[in-house]
């Protein structure tokens, strides 16, 4: 029979394993050979978190990043008036934190499980000595950076210059291409797609109603399903 030290050492080697592929899946980190993923994975921390629980709040101090090995974190910053804007989901593979990691200031959003999430921490102690050590891991991290650059620009766009129906329908659409799968269906409430668009939940429900309506989507409890992508995708483009 395998001694219990020994099937503590197989399952250990087990998670350090699962965190290499994990590690592998990250934008960041695919450059790395197996090697040095194996080093980093050993220097890493797990946190669980349940659904619904802040991981860091804007201001606190970012000593870390985190690679989120299961789960959804919703990305959002808090207003002056309460209200709340939601800059971002991220799934397993992506990471956070990574602002505040580089540039030594604080956080510079709210970051909640939105389902119950495994994160891997890496200190921030740890991560600078590896992108002064491995360049291409320094070009990933600003690849990654840039995208979400490009993201918040095309955002203020869109606010700026799109009327709420184009806003709504984009945000629409990016989800269901993100959530894949053959059924056009979304879980959503009215106050998250509000919060996305930067718009309020009453004219969020508007919107939706009319295009009830005019059947473009269908609207039960929580769950949007999109019946007319095409017709969406024309009030997308529109200014």
Not at 11 to 19: E, F, P, T, V, W
Not at 168 to 178: F, S, W, Y
């Amino acid at each position: 029979m395998m001694s219990e030290e020994r099937r503590r050492a197989v399952a250990a080697d087990a998670i350090s394993q699962d965190l290499v592929r994990h590690l592998g899946k990250c934008l960041l980190f695919r450059a790395l050979d197996d090697a040095a993923r194996e080093e980093l994975a050993s220097r890493v921390h797990h946190r669980q978190f349940k659904s619904g629980e802040p991981i860091f709040h804007v201001g606190a101090p970012g000593q870390s990043m985190m690679v989120i090995l299961k789960g959804t974190v919703r990305v959002s910053l808090p207003g002056p008036t309460g209200k709340t804007v939601i800059l971002a989901d991220l799934t397993t593979g992506d990471i956070l934190g990574e602002v505040a990691l580089l540039d030594g200031g604080g956080r510079s959003a709210d970051a909640t499980a939105l389902t119950n999430c495994t994160v891997a921490t890496l200190e921030r102690r740890e991560v600078l000595p590896l992108i002064e050590k491995r360049p291409e891991v320094c070009l990933k991290l600003l690849e990654l950076m840039c995208a979400r650059l490009r993201k918040s620009d095309e955002r203020m766009a869109e606010i700026a210059f799109f009327e709420l129906p184009a806003r709504l329908a984009k945000v629409l659409l990016e989800r269901i291409g993100q959530a894949g799968g053959s059924a056009p269906k979304l879980s959503l409430s009215q106050s998250e797609l509000a919060s996305m668009i930067n718009a309020s939940r009453e004219n969020v429900n508007r919107c939706l109603k009319d295009w009830q309506r005019r059947g473009l989507v269908s609207l039960d409890e929580r769950w949007i399903s999109i019946l007319q992508r095409d017709a969406l995708g024309d009030i997308a483009s529109r200014l």
